[in-house]
């Protein structure tokens, strides 16, 4: 069994899809390509071909990739309807299992469901869309949870009379915000310098700042707030 992340949610269907570079998220209900907001799911696979709907334990098995829309379709009964027409497509390769179970703690999300209309996985709002028309419709009372177990790191170097400042495994293409503060080791008494900054991680949760004191010989903390999964990573740097 694997894990694999880049699963969100798109903001203007509803539904779930897989978060590549442009021009490969996949066609949305709305029209052009999905467009991800808020926690990076993970999931769990089995290699091979997928299996029909497994209904014992806490999870079910049977979910495949779509080729067309990237979504997440449960295509034991139907191949559903797809935003990009017809049905969906034929299974990517991979066997995705989805907890029908949420056994509480931190990084989980209950409230996605499958659409007895498309086939789809989305998460039950009311901003949700469905191909067949109107909104997605959830099938059973079967309510899945998913996993956004991503933790971040930061590092902070001193280059060049500056900071750099380093991210990953925030959330990809998602709101950072970083806090810098630095004390001014030259003036008497000391001054303080505090710098709010809002960045946009890149599509592997990546994002690269610097910070350019006015002058040397000074210390950086710098902490870095994800502002999807509200995690946070620190670190400092002195230059001398
Ligand atoms: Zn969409
Ligand atoms: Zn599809
Ligand atoms: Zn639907």
């Not at 779509?66 to 295509?75: A, D, E, M, N, S």
């Not at 299992?97 to 789809?120: P, Y």
Request: hydrophobic share 30%; proline share 5%; glycine share 12%.
């Amino acid at each position: 069994m694997g894990q694999e992340r880049h699963w969100r949610y798109c903001q203007k269907c509803s539904s779930i899809f897989k978060n590549a570079r442009p021009g490969f998220k996949g066609a949305c209900t709305v029209g052009g390509e999905h467009s991800a907001h808020g926690f990076d799911f993970t999931l769990d696979y089995d290699l091979g071909p997928a299996v029909d709907i497994f209904l014992g334990g806490n999870y079910e098995k049977g979910w495949r990739e779509c080729g067309k829309c990237h979504g997440l379709y449960q295509g034991a009964a139907s191949r559903g309807i797809c935003p990009a027409g017809d049905g969906h497509q034929e299974p990517m390769g991979l066997n995705y299992q989805l907890w029908t179970f949420n056994a509480g703690g931190a990084d989980k999300q209950s409230g996605w469901k499958r659409c007895s209309k498309c086939e789809s996985l989305f998460f039950d709002d009311p901003n949700s869309r469905c191909k067949a028309g109107g909104g997605h419709q959830a099938a059973t009372g079967r309510d899945y949870t998913l996993n956004y177990p991503l933790q971040p790191h930061l590092t902070v170097a001193y280059l060049n009379q500056g900071f750099t400042v380093t991210g990953k495994e925030y959330t990809p293409e998602g709101p950072v915000q970083y806090r810098a503060s630095w004390d001014d080791r030259y003036h008497f008494p000391k001054e303080h310098h505090r710098e709010i900054v809002d960045v946009v991680t890149d599509i592997d949760g990546a994002f690269s700042a610097w910070i350019d004191p006015d002058r040397p010989w000074q210390m950086a903390f710098v902490e870095a707030f994800d502002q999807w999964t509200g995690h946070s990573a620190s670190g400092k740097a002195n230059s001398f």
